[in-house]
């Protein structure tokens, strides 16, 4: 504990220029070079400003909930000016990583769905999870996003201001330096993965500067009588058009590997329209976030926690849209137990309208079910174990299906590790014949 504690400390002090360090380094494969420079300058004259970096201890709530509100200002943070790209989406969407990733839409799906005279300029997806959980073939042509969740989930109404054709999509990003590890150890693809973790003791380590974002984006028409637009003058929902579409975003999940076992943090708006059931303890839990609110107590659905004064002044340093003054932290995960209690995380929209039952929801303990066994695939379809538990084994504590006193996985003997990555496991078994896993041209 002592070596992750000073590698951890060191890692915090240079965290907040590392995205941008790694990202000069691999500029020349994923974008424009000098806008991108520009932009990155920017970004951390902002952060630099932001003194949040200060190491977590074990069960320090308070620590670590500002660690999380860390990396969402790093993420959020605007770029080529107040009124530029957020940060994360200068990095790269993990259709960018391999165009043949499982669930990727296709260049045909892609020019039929878009809308007539918008340029496109965003891979928006459906959410993989979503889909395995109803058996949809990942790779079915057309799709880009997903239905939402219109009926109940396990006894739990969904909202009812939805519509029947309600649909939602999602983003995953890796920062530089993520995407650089994946790109230089040859992981774009699961018998690439294989062979890196037969050299490594059967299991893929990133570098503790990863980080990884996964945004979901819910447009104007999902909705009965929306109250939002783009840009949204109310200020409540921070939105975006995209692709010729109106879109909200509605859930956050940013996971970063400072920790050994990672660092799992959710946020999302306090909007009656797009999140009504956030904090709800008998779906998911309640809030928490002691050092972002003025409360030191977890919160429940429907009661208003105003964001605290020290969150307010590195919004304002960071130069965050407004909207974002609306958006909470749902709680924080870096251990699968404490007390002797699972330790559960989820998101009333992300977790929701991917099908995930009330009770069952660990970003912690799902993704540590990462893990490769080298069997091929069926066509479309993911690693034989994506998405969360096998059948037997639990969804929240220890990822393991007895003696619930520690992690015993993989479930598969001599699988390779993916270090609770799921982007890992969407990857292709290896690349078609004649197609490259070159990361696409970055788009902006």
């Given at each position: 504990m002592k070596t992750h504690s000073k590698i951890f400390a060191a890692l915090l002090s240079i965290l907040a220029v590392a995205a941008c360090l790694n990202l000069n380094r691999v500029e020349a494969a994923t974008g424009p070079r000098e806008s991108r420079k520009a932009a990155i300058k920017e970004t951390a004259a902002r952060q630099s400003k932001v003194k949040m970096s200060a190491k977590p201890a074990s069960g320090d709530a308070v620590g670590e909930a500002r660690f999380a509100w860390y990396l969402f200002l790093q993420a959020m943070a605007p770029s080529n000016g107040p009124n530029g790209p957020l940060a994360f989406e200068n990095w790269t969407e993990q259709c960018q990583l391999?165009?043949?990733m499982i669930g990727c839409p296709s260049q045909s799906s892609l020019a039929a769905s878009g809308k007539k005279g918008a340029k496109r300029t965003r891979t928006l997806h459906g959410s993989a999870l979503?889909?395995?959980m109803v058996g949809a073939n990942l790779n079915q042509p057309g799709i880009e996003c997903n239905p939402m969740t219109t009926g109940s989930l396990g006894g739990y109404p969904a909202p009812s201001n939805v519509t029947s054709t309600a649909t939602f999509c999602e983003e995953v990003f890796a920062n530089p330096a993520e995407a650089a590890f994946v790109n230089a150890k040859g992981l774009t693809t699961l018998t690439g993965q294989q062979t890196y973790g037969n050299a490594n003791g059967g299991a893929i380590t990133f570098p503790w500067?990863?980080?990884?974002v996964k945004a979901d984006w819910v447009p104007?028409?999902?909705f009965n009588n929306p109250t939002f637009s783009c840009p949204d003058p109310t200020n409540s929902l921070y939105t975006e058009t995209i692709n010729g579409t109106c879109y909200a975003l509605v859930g956050l999940h940013i996971s970063s590997k400072v920790l050994p076992n990672w660092l799992w943090a959710t946020f999302e708006p306090?909007?009656?329209?797009?999140?009504?059931?956030?904090c709800d303890p008998t779906l998911y839990d309640t809030c928490f976030d002691p050092w972002g609110t003025t409360s030191s107590q977890p919160y429940g659905k429907g009661q208003p926690v105003p964001q605290s004064q020290p969150l307010n002044q590195a919004m304002s340093a960071a130069g965050l849209n407004q909207a974002f003054n609306n958006y909470f932290l749902t709680g924080v995960q870096t251990q699968f137990v404490s007390n002797g209690n699972a330790v559960p995380l989820g998101s009333s929209f992300v977790e929701f309208n991917a099908g995930v039952l009330p009770g069952q929801a660990s970003c912690i303990t799902c993704h540590r079910y990462a893990y490769f066994d080298g069997k091929q695939p069926p066509q479309g379809q993911p690693e034989d174990n994506f998405g969360g538990p096998p059948n037997g084994w639990p969804s929240v504590g220890y990822a393991c299906n007895q003696n619930q006193n520690g992690n015993c996985t993989p479930v598969v003997p001599n699988s390779t590790s993916q270090d609770f990555s799921w982007m890992l496991g969407?990857?292709?078994?290896?690349?078609?014949?004649g197609k490259s896993s070159s990361p696409a041209g970055k788009m902006k």
């Open positions: 391999n165009p043949n979503a889909r395995k500067s990863a980080v990884e104007v028409s999902s306090n909007s009656n329209v797009t999140n009504p059931n956030r969407l990857m292709p078994y290896n690349n078609p014949v």
